[in-house]
Structure formats: structure tokens, C-alpha cells
């Protein structure tokens, strides 16, 4: 059964930096492309970032220079360092994998409040 | 600036049909933007229901069902059920490792 769980979300200050973790079973990230997609509370779904099996990334522009994915082939693990937060960077957290151009599966969540 | 464009809210009555829109600000939503579905609950993680605009994902019943009218993806539920009562999000692939979400449609069936 394909699986994700995401974990290292928290209470930070602005300006803080944080870093997510996506871990996969049932399938291998580094043949996959993953994505990260954010929820602020009572708001719609926001796309974040995207990571290609072939090692390409994308933001989009509302994180870029300040996310960064990266992904661990032998934990079967994504990321995304997060710096430089903001108020407006609350929510939860989910990552995903891709089929094709789509969202397939998608993990639980977690929740990053970005508060003084 | 892309703008995904989908109704706030809709209402339903049960055993009723239903269809949900998703559009550009600017411009018509082709199959060339793979729009694809999501059906989300509080509290929950999205669903994925339909993706390249008409494809059913693994499990989702054939009441769901995608396609493009006129100048936008829809999502139509025929013979809709209480606990289709959820938020829905349409997502467009605009290009070069990029996404853009609608804002969602609730809908509400009673």
C-alpha cells in the first residue's frame, strides 16, 4: 500500500526556519515526482513545490528563495527547508506524489504556525 | 498572475445532479492543463477523484465524472449522496512545473 507521512511541523517564530519531512513506503520516492501542497486554516489548497525523479524542482512564486526541497534516496524520504518564515506561511502541510500531472496519494499533513 | 477560477458554493438535492466548474481569469481551460479533481472533508486530506480532465481515479465511483464545457473543466456528480456533501478543488498543470488550485466549491446536498 503506498503510504506518506509527513512530520516536523511545529510552532515557530517569524523569520524561523523549519524542515519537513514526507516519508514514503509502498513505492520510491526517487522514481517518483513529489510534490508539496499547503492548506492555511479555513482556506483552499495551495500548490508549493514540486521535485521531478530527474532532479528538477519548482516553487511557486509566493516561496521562492526561501523553500528549498531536497530528498534522502536511502530514508525513501522527501523534504522541504523551510526559512524565512512568515505569518502567512501557516497551515498544514501535505505532500504528494504524481501521476502524470495530477495529485495521486496524499499524506495526512502537518501543521506549521508561524507566530511571535 | 494565473487565476483558477471555481463557484464558492452550490447546492444539490438528493438523487440530483450536479456541475462544478473550473475556469481561468483569463483565457479557456483546455485538456492541455491535465485539470485534474479533489473531494475533501474537514479535517481531512484531499481525495483525488478525476485527473487528466476525465479520468476516474482508482475507486471513485462512476457518478463522478470529468470533462470541458465550453471554456472550462467540470466535474459532474449524477445522483448525488449525502456524503458527497464536501469541498472540491480543481487544480490546472499551467506549464513548466507549475500548479495553480481553485479556490474550492462547497457543496452542500439537501
Known amino acids: 500500500e503506498v503510504q506518506l507521512v509527513e512530520s516536523g511541523g511545529g510552532l515557530i517564530q517569524p523569520g524561523g526556519s523549519l524542515r519537513l519531512s514526507c516519508a514514503a513506503s509502498g513505492f520510491t520516492v526517487s522514481s517518483n515526482d513529489m510534490s508539496w501542497v499547503r492548506q492555511a486554516p479555513g482556506k483552499g489548497l495551495e500548490w508549493v513545490s514540486v521535485?521531478?525523479?530527474?532532479?528538477?524542482?519548482y516553487y511557486a512564486d509566493s516561496v521562492k528563495g526561501r523553500f528549498t526541497l531536497s530528498r534522502d534516496n536511502s530514508k525513501n524520504t522527501l523534504f522541504l527547508q523551510m526559512n524565512s518564515l512568515r505569518a502567512e506561511d501557516t497551515a498544514v502541510y501535505s505532500c504528494?506524489?504524481?501521476?502524470?500531472?495530477?495529485?495521486?496519494?496524499w499524506g495526512q499533513g502537518t501543521m506549521v504556525t508561524v507566530s511571535s | 498572475q494565473t487565476v483558477v477560477t471555481q463557484e464558492p458554493s452550490f447546492s444539490v438535492s438528493p438523487g440530483g445532479t450536479v456541475t462544478l466548474t473550473c475556469g481561468l481569469s483569463s483565457g479557456s481551460v483546455s485538456s492541455s492543463y491535465y485539470p485534474s479533481w479533489y473531494q475533501q472533508t474537514p479535517g481531512q486530506p484531499p481525495r483525488t477523484l478525476i485527473y487528466?480532465?476525465?479520468t476516474r481515479s482508482s475507486g471513485v465511483p462512476d457518478r463522478f465524472s470529468g470533462s470541458i464545457l465550453g471554456n472550462k473543466a467540470a466535474l459532474t456528480i449524477t445522483g448525488a449522496q449525502a456524503d458527497d456533501e464536501s469541498d472540491y478543488y480543481c487544480v490546472l498543470y499551467v506549464g513548466t512545473g507549475i500548479w495553480v488550485f481553485g479556490g474550492g466549491t462547497k457543496l452542500t446536498v439537501l
Open positions: 487528466s480532465t476525465n
Open positions: 504528494a506524489n504524481l501521476k502524470g500531472r495530477a495529485f495521486d496519494v
Open positions: 521535485f521531478y525523479s530527474g532532479g528538477s524542482t
